[in-house]
């Protein structure tokens, strides 16, 4: 992304959309491919929050994901970002890479605190089919490391974190007090959001609809068109209801004053045995205002969100 690019986009939004002065305004981006002065740009555009896909600061890991970066340079990234003026910064790990013990999982956490960073997030490795890693486990050229191990590392990461300043209000995001992501708070709360440019979803008033993926389709659509909509669905109550409660409980938990002004609370007084029983084994706290999972919890999110839905 060009800095001029993003600034005239930005414009145009300001311009067509009312846009609060402090609106947080991200930008996504990775070591080895800005510069101090392409940085100080993407500043002067307009953007205040920078998030930069790290992924790892081991070298052997960094060849392994096929990144063009090395580890030197994605602290130096960070540094840049930090010295001309950004001070809400992000950077994404990966952990449970094929070989990666513990103490290796651990150097990268302790380099990224030291990092002038406000907000973290871990990520497990994913295999996805069709992908060049997904082959090499299925040839046997990659072992993964199993699930066991994976919610060892994962535990660890809560632990080191919350040692050191930080504080967890998602699954995998971690951040200094203050510095939560609005953006992702957006749809962990169910709110609506409005999204432009290719494969963007938006949600609105219960409607989700989505866009081209193909820029050329994207263009050719929008001149046709006005809009470049793929598809779109309404969300049905119970899909609604399901929703709502899986992002609440995967983030900073269920406030039960507004589940019970969007729902009613036959749910809760239904489900409340079973919080009882999670409460009991230190994987929830219940209270009359909020429904949250403890970091013990987060560890097996999944089952128990499959349980209770």
Known sequence: MVPHYLEEILHHLKKYFNVDDKAEITME??????????????????????????????ENELKFLTRIHDKQTAIQTVYNAADIGFENISVD??????????????????????????????????????????????????????DDYDADLYETTIDFLLSKGFYQYEVSNFTKPGFEC?????????????????????????????????LKK????????????????????????????????????LDVTDYKRRF?????KKTLPYFNLLQDQNLITVSDDWIK????????????????L
């Open 29 to 58: 981006t990775n070591p080895g491919t800005v510069d101090k002065l392409k940085l100080k740009r993407f500043k002067e555009a307009g953007i205040n929050r920078i998030s930069i896909g790290i992924q790892s600061f081991d």
């Open 93 to 146: 790990l990966i952990f449970n890479l094929p070989n990666q013990t513990k103490e290796k999982w651990i150097k990268n956490l302790e380099i990224a605190v030291d990092l002038p960073i406000k907000h973290i997030s871990t990520y497990s490795l994913i295999l996805e089919r069709g992908t060049i890693l997904n082959k090499m486990v299925l040839d046997g050229k990659v072992k993964m490391q199993d």
């Open 182 to 214: 609005v953006h992702n708070n957006a749809y962990w709360r169910y709110r609506d959001y409005l999204s432009f440019g290719t494969s963007s979803h938006s949600f609105v008033d219960g409607k989700r609809w989505w866009n081209y993926s193909s």
């Open 218 to 253: 994207y263009i050719s659509e929008i001149e046709l068109n006005d809009h470049a909509n793929m598809n779109s669905e309404i969300i049905t109550k119970e899909q609604m209801h399901d929703e709502y409660v899986m992002l609440a409980l995967r983030s900073s938990g």
């Open 264 to 268: 009613s609370d036959d749910w809760i």
């Open 293 to 308: 999972l403890t970091a013990k919890g987060y560890a097996v999110c999944d089952e128990i969100l499959k349980n209770i």
